[in-house]
C-alpha cells in the first residue's frame, strides 16, 4: 500500500494517513475476545485508519496483507463526502 | 607536475583542471570522473581493502566498483563511499582514500597482519572471545567499517519531486533508447532515468551500426526523437528503490555529489535496461591493482582515453576478448597475450578470424589456458599462465594489467522486488528475473541479451508492452536492427585451478574481502545456503551488494558444493539500489519539518525573563527561572517554595482543550470517560479519567460544563494530537449519526495558573472590582467566564498544586498583559520542574503514573471504577488479571532516614529478596516544604502501607532504605486548596 483513496480528497500517499487498528473480521465475540484473541486473516484485514494528514475523515479499509492491495476504503460512521 | 598525455575521449573538453587526491594536485580535464582522471595520471593504488588492508586499484566503471571509494570534501562535512567511476570532477575538487591509516601506501594495520596471514571468515566471533569481547571492540572499530561517517551534514536540503507518467524506463542503453522510443511512439508519456552524465550506454563508443548508422548518429537522433514526443529524460539520475510501484529515482544533477534531487515517479508500466555487469574471475591475488574488468578498460579508453596499463594480458571465458583486444591496441596499449578458458574451437567464426589477425600483430592467444596469479607484491607485474590440462606447467607472461571477463550478470535488484524471482539461463550461465508483476519488464542486457541486435529487439518489445499496459494507442514502429559485437558465446568459467593453500589470496568479493577460502570455512561450519553464507562471511554486503562478486560467489559455491548453479541462486539484494546520501533519504523530513516546536504565546515573555525552555512532546515549556537558581535542581526549590508560601503563577496554555457540542455531548463524554459528565452541572468541572479499549487509564484532565450541550475537556499537554485523534474515532464510530462536534481549541485559549495562598489578593487587584464577587464566591472547580482588558476571560478554580489556586483562560492576544500585571502584583513564575514538586507532594498524577500500564484500580481511582458507568475500557476492568496481588498500586515513598536522595526509576525490593523487584519508583522530587525527598512509586498490592522496602539504583545512587507512606504526602486533607477568603467564610460546593 502506498496510497489510499480518500472519500474525500481522492487518492492520496500513504505517508499522510495514520493507521489505528485492526478489527476483528468474524462477528461478535466478547470484549475480550474482540480486542486480545483476535487472528490475523493473512487476505483480509479490517483497519481503521485517519487521514491526519489532509481532512482527518476517518476510513473503515479493507485490505488484502498478502499482495497489499487495497479492496474497499470508506468513511467511517456513515459520514457523506 | 608532469602535463598529462594528450587524451581522446567521447565525454572529454579540452577545458582542463586541477584536483586534490590525498592531498596531492593532479591535473585532469572536464568530463572526466574521478576514476578516468587517476588512471590517466597512471595512479592505480587507489584504496585499501576494508578487513584485510590489501592494496587496491579500479576494477570497474560503473557504481558497482568495489575498491575505488573515496571521501569527497574536507571535514567535517565530508561526503563518504563515494564511488570513483561516479565522482564527476570539476576544479578544485578534494577527495581522499579511505581504509587506511596513516597514508595509503603504507597502512600500519596491513603491516601488522602481514606476519599472521589473513583473517579468515569468522575469526572475530572466534578470536576475540577471551576475556570478552568489550576488551578488543574499541580498536576493532576503530579499524572496521566503510569510510568515515561525516561529522556534520552541511548538505543543501534535496530537491523533491513527486511525478507520474505512463512508462519508466531505467536505463537509456540500447535496450532502454529502444524500449523509451516504442513507448513513446505508441502515445505514452515516456521518462527515461540514466545515471551517467550522457545517453546511449555502450553505444556512446561501441563501434557498431544500429538503423543502419553509426551507434552515436542513432543515439542523437532517438535522443532528439524523444525529446519531439515529449519525453522526458533524467540523465545523472538513478532508480535507487521501488515500493509498490512507486519508484524513487535519485539524481545528483551535474553529478555533484549530495547536491541532491529525489524523484518519486509513479509509472503505469516500469522497464528495466540497468544492464549486465561483467563478473570477474578468481585466480590468486587477483584483487592487486592492475587487474580490472576487460569492458571497465574499454570504457575508460573510449570514453575518456585513460589507459589502464601499458603491456595488458586478457583473461577471458568468452568470444568479446577478441575485439576488445583489437580496440585496445588502436588505443596505443600492447596487448602481451589472451587467455582463454575455452578450448581453441569454442570461438565462433568471427572470433576465430580475429584471433589469427590478432596472432600476426604479436599477441600470444592461448587457449584452454587460465591465469592462474597475478604476480607482483604491490601492483601487477606479470601474470602466471597455465593449460587448464596441466596447472604445473606454468609460466610468467610479464604485463603490468590484467583484464579479465568471466561472463556477465544482468542487472536483477529492482527486478526481484515484491513478486519477481531469479531464473537461471543456461547458455549466459547466470540468472535474470522472471515472474515480474504485470507492468515490470526488464529488457536488453539486464533481461540475458548480450548481442546488440538482440538487445535492440527486447528493449523494443518490452518499450512495446509497456505502452500496451499503460493504455497508449498509437503505433510503436520497428525495432531497430543493431550489428556489433557478435554473440559471446561464454563457457562459464569461475576459478581457475590453485591448490587449496591459495585459496584465500583467491577473492570473490572485494569491497568485502571474501575468499574461496571464506566460503569453504563457511561451508564447513554448516552455512549452506547462499542468504546464510552471506551473513557469515560478507559477501555481496556493501555498497557492492554483489554486483561483481555474488554470481561469482554463487558459482564458487556451486562448485564446492558439487551441486549445479541454478539451485544455489543468488543472495537477495537490498535497497537502495545505489547509494545515497542520508540527507537525500531524510528529503525535506530534517529539523523544524520532523518536529516542529509549538510555542506559547507567552514564548517571548518566558525567554526575555530568563525562563529556560525545554522540549515536552512539541511544545517548549519553562523549566525553571535562572533568576531562581544556576540549575533547574535549585531553582525549582525556590519555585516551589514561593508558591506554598506566598504564590505564584504558571503557564499552563499546552494543555489540550478539546470542546464537545450538541445535544450528544454528555452522552459521549459519559461514554469515553470512566466517571460520568452528564451529571455535572453548569459552571462547574469536574476531574475526569479516560480509558482504553483494555481498561487500562489513557489520560486524566478536568471536564468543564459551559451549558447543558457543551463542555471543554482538558486533556494532557503531550496527549493533544492523540486526544484529538481518539474522541473523533469514537465520534466516527460508536457515536456515528449522533449530534456532536468535536473542536480542537488548544491555541485558542493561553490558560495562566495562579497558585498559592496569596492568589485570591493578587488576582483581586489585577482583575478589579467586576470580579471581586466571583473570587470570594467561587468554590473548588467552579468557573466563571467574564471579561478583563475587553477580551473574554474564564476563572476556574482548580489546583494541581494543592494550594488554593485558579486557572485563567484568557485570549492570546490578552495573555501578555495578564501575565505581566500578575507579576507586578507580587506573584513570581515558576517552571515545570517546581510544578513537578508541588504535584508529587499532592500524590497527582502525571504520565510517569498513568504509562500506559496502569489502571483505575492500581492508580487509587477505585471510587471512579465502582461508579459504574458503561464507559469504553468498562468491560475489560473486570477481569480477573487487573486484581491480582501482584498488581501494583500506586503508593507514597520516603527515604527511612528522612534524609537519603532516591530517584525515578530505582526498582523497590523487600530487604530479603535484593534481586527480586516488587515495583519502582515513578517519580521523586526533594520537597523543600517537608525537607526531604519524596516520591511515588507502584508496588505490588501484597506490600503494606509502611512496608519497608529498598530502592535499589545500581548506576546512579545505590541502594536507599524506603518507606511505603500514602500518596498524599502534604496536606492529605485539601484544606489549603479549598480554603474560603476570611471574610465569607461560607463554603460553596
Known amino acids: 500500500v502506498t496510497r489510499l483513496q480518500c472519500p474525500f480528497c481522492g487518492p492520496r500517499e500513504l505517508r499522510e494517513f495514520q493507521f489505528h487498528k485492526t478489527l476483528p473480521t468474524g462477528p461478535g465475540g466478547s470484549a475480550y475476545e474482540r480486542t486480545y484473541e483476535r487472528v490475523a486473516d493473512a487476505e483480509r484485514s479490517l483497519e481503521h485508519w485517519q487521514h491526519v494528514g489532509g481532512c482527518r475523515a476517518w476510513l473503515h479499509v479493507e485490505r488484502n496483507p498478502s499482495t497489499g492491495a487495497v479492496l474497499a476504503v470508506v468513511l467511517l460512521g456513515g459520514m457523506r463526502p | ?989
Open chain 2, 1 to 989: 607536475v608532469k602535463p598529462p598525455p594528450p587524451r581522446q575521449g567521447c565525454r572529454l573538453d579540452a577545458q582542463p583542471l586541477q584536483f586534490s587526491f590525498d592531498g596531492r594536485s593532479y591535473p585532469g580535464l572536464a568530463g572526466d570522473t574521478a576514476a578516468s582522471a587517476l588512471l590517466a595520471n597512471g595512479v592505480r593504488l587507489m584504496g585499501r581493502s576494508v578487513k584485510y588492508r590489501r592494496r587496491r586499484g579500479l576494477l570497474a566503471a560503473g557504481p558497482e566498483e568495489p575498491n575505488a571509494l573515496f571521501t569527497v570534501g574536507a571535514r567535517p562535512d565530508a561526503i563518504p563511499n563515494v564511488s570513483a567511476p561516479l565522482l564527476q570532477l570539476r576544479d578544485g575538487l578534494e577527495f581522499r582514500s579511505q581504509n587506511r591509516w596513516p597514508t595509503l601506501g603504507f597502512d600500519l594495520a596491513s603491516a601488522l597482519q602481514a606476519g599472521g596471514g589473513l583473517f579468515g571468515a569468522g575469526f572475530y566471533y572466534k578470536t576475540f572471545i577471551w576475556p570478552s569481547w568489550r576488551w578488543y571492540e574499541t580498536p576493532i572499530r576503530h579499524l572496521a567499517g566503510l569510510g568515515e561517517a561525516p561529522g556534520r551534514c552541511d548538505l543543501p536540503p534535496p530537491v523533491l519531486e513527486h511525478c507520474s507518467c505512463d512508462v519508466v524506463v531505467a536505463g537509456a542503453g540500447a535496450a532502454g533508447l529502444a524500449a523509451a522510443l516504442a513507448a513513446a511512439r505508441a502515445g505514452a508519456k515516456v521518462i527515461l532515468c540514466e545515471r551517467e552524465p550522457a545517453c546511449g550506454g555502450e553505444l556512446e563508443y561501441e563501434a557498431a551500426l544500429v538503423g543502419g548508422v553509426p551507434a552515436r548518429a542513432w543515439v542523437r537522433a532517438a535522443l532528439a526523437e524523444l525529446a519531439a514526443l515529449g519525453a522526458r529524460v533524467l540523465t545523472h539520475t538513478t532508480l535507487v528503490a521501488e515500493s509498490s510501484g512507486e519508484l524513487l529515482a535519485h539524481g545528483e544533477p551535474g553529478g555533484l555529489a549530495g547536491m541532491n534531487t529525489l524523484h518519486y515517479i509513479r509509472p503505469r508500466a516500469f522497464v528495466i535496461a540497468m544492464g549486465a555487469i561483467e563478473c570477474p574471475i578468481a585466480f590468486r591475488d587477483n584483487d592487486r591493482p592492475g587487474v580490472m574488468l576487460l569492458n571497465a578498460a574499454e570504457r575508460y579508453l573510449a570514453r575518456y582515453g585513460a589507459r589502464c596499463g601499458q603491456e595488458l594480458v586478457l583473461f577471458a571465458n568468452n568470444d568479446r576478448a577478441y575485439p576488445a583486444a583489437q580496440r585496445l591496441l588502436a588505443g596505443g596499449m600492447r596487448v602481451r597475450a589472451i587467455v582463454d578458458t575455452r578450448a581453441a574451437d569454442a570461438a565462433g567464426a568471427p572470433a576465430a578470424a580475429l584471433r589469427d589477425e590478432l596472432r600476426r600483430a604479436g599477441v600470444e592467444c592461448l587457449a584452454a589456458h587460465a591465469v592462474l596469479a597475478a604476480e607482483g607484491s604491490t601492483a601487477v607485474r606479470g601474470a602466471r599462465v597455465a593449460p587448464l590440462a596441466d596447472p604445473a606447467a606454468a609460466r610468467q607472461i610479464a604485463c603490468d594489467t590484467i583484464l579479465v571477463s568471466g561472463g556477465w550478470a544482468p542487472a536483477l535488484h529492482a527486478g526481484l522486488r515484491e513478486g519477481g524471482s531469479a531464473e537461471f539461463q543456461a547458455g549466459l550461465g547466470a540468472f535474470i528475473a522472471s515472474a515480474q508483476p504485470a507492468g515490470r519488464a526488464s529488457a536488453g542486457a539486464a533481461n540475458g541479451h548480450l548481442e546488440l541486435a538482440q538487445v535492440l529487439r527486447d528493449g523494443h518489445e518490452a518499450g512495446v508492452r509497456a505502452a500496451r499496459a499503460a493504455g497508449a494507442p498509437g503505433t510503436p514502429g520497428a525495432a531497430p536492427d543493431g550489428r556489433g559485437d557478435g554473440e559471446p558465446r561464454l563457457a562459464p568459467f569461475a576459478r581457475s585451478p590453485a591448490p587449496e593453500r591459495w585459496e584465500k589470496h583467491q577473492f570473490i568479493d572485494l569491497q568485502n574481502d571474501v575468499t574461496v577460502a571464506d566460503l569453504r570455512t563457511a561451508l564447513a561450519e554448516g552455512f549452506l545456503d547462499i542468504e546464510h553464507l552471506k551473513r557469515y562471511t560478507t559477501l555481496g554486503v556493501g555498497t557492492e551488494q554483489g554486483r561483481t562478486g555474488g554470481l561469482l560467489g554463487a558459482a564458487i559455491l556451486a562448485e564446492l558444493r558439487s551441486e549445479a548453479l541454478p539451485g544455489i541462486g543468488l543472495s537477495r539484494t537490498r535497497p537502495p539500489y545505489h547509494p545515497l546520501t542520508m540527507r537525500s533519504i531524510a528529503g525535506f523530513r530534517a529539523g523544524a519539518a520532523v518536529k516542529v516546536a509549538r510555542r506559547t504565546p507567552l514564548h517571548e515573555w518566558h525567554e526575555a525573563h530568563g525562563g529556560v525552555l525545554d522540549p515536552m512532546d512539541l511544545w517548549l515549556r519553562p523549566r525553571y527561572y535562572r533568576a531562581n537558581g544556576a540549575s533547574a535542581s535549585t531553582a525549582a526549590v525556590v519555585e516551589a517554595r514561593q508558591v506554598r508560601a506566598h504564590g505564584g503563577i504558571a503557564d499552563g496554555s499546552t494543555l489540550g482543550k478539546l470542546e464537545v457540542a450538541g445535544p450528544d455531548a454528555a452522552a459521549f463524554l459519559d461514554y469515553l470517560y470512566l466517571n460520568r459528565a452528564s451529571t455535572i452541572k453548569p459552571g462547574r468541572a469536574r476531574y475526569m479519567v479516560n480509558l482504553r479499549e483494555d481498561g487500562c487509564v489513557l489520560d486524566d484532565g478536568l471536564v468543564l460544563r459551559l451549558g447543558a450541550e457543551r463542555f471543554i475537556a482538558t486533556v494532557s499537554s503531550s496527549h493533544g494530537p492523540h486526544m484529538l485523534a481518539h474522541f473523533e474515532h469514537y465520534r466516527a464510530t460508536e457515536f456515528a449519526g449522533r449530534r456532536l462536534t468535536v473542536t480542537d481549541v488548544t491555541e485558542a485559549w493561553v490558560a495562566i495558573v495562579v497558585a498559592g495562598p496569596q492568589s485570591r489578593a493578587a488576582l483581586e487587584r489585577v482583575l478589579g472590582a467586576a470580579w471581586r464577587d466571583t473570587l470570594g464566591t467561587l468554590g473548588h472547580m467552579g468557573f466563571a467566564d467574564g471579561d478583563c482588558h475587553g477580551a473574554g476571560l474564564r476563572l476556574l478554580r482548580a489546583s494541581f498544586s494543592g494550594e488554593l489556586a485558579f486557572e485563567l483562560h484568557c485570549r492570546p492576544a490578552s495573555a501578555v498583559q495578564l501575565w505581566q500585571e500578575l507579576c507586578d502584583a507580587g506573584l513570581a513564575p515558576y517552571g515545570l520542574d517546581a510544578v513537578d514538586i508541588l504535584r508529587v507532594e499532592k500524590g497527582y498524577l502525571v504520565s510517569s503514573e498513568i504509562n500506559g500500564e496502569t489502571t483505575p484500580f492500581d492508580l487509587g481511582l477505585d471510587a471512579l471504577a465502582h461508579a459504574g458507568n458503561p464507559c469504553l475500557g468498562r468491560e475489560l476492568l473486570d477481569r480477573p488479571a487487573f486484581h491480582e496481588p501482584q498488581r501494583p498500586r500506586l503508593v507514597g515513598l520516603r527515604a527511612a532516614d528522612g534524609r537519603a536522595a532516591f530517584l525515578g526509576g530505582a526498582q523497590l525490593t523487600v530487604p530479603g529478596e535484593l534481586r527480586r523487584p516488587c515495583g519502582y519508583v515513578t517519580s521523586s522530587v526533594y520537597s523543600p516544604t517537608l525537607g526531604e525527598w519524596l516520591g511515588l512509586a507502584l508496588v505490588a498490592r501484597s506490600i503494606d502501607l509502611e512496608a519497608r522496602l529498598v530502592a535499589r539504583d545500581p548506576l546512579r545512587g545505590g541502594d536507599v532504605a524506603v518507606r511505603v507512606v500514602p500518596p498524599v504526602h502534604f496536606d492529605p486533607d485539601g484544606t489549603r486548596m479549598k480554603a474560603q477568603p476570611a471574610s465569607q467564610g461560607s463554603a460553596t460546593t
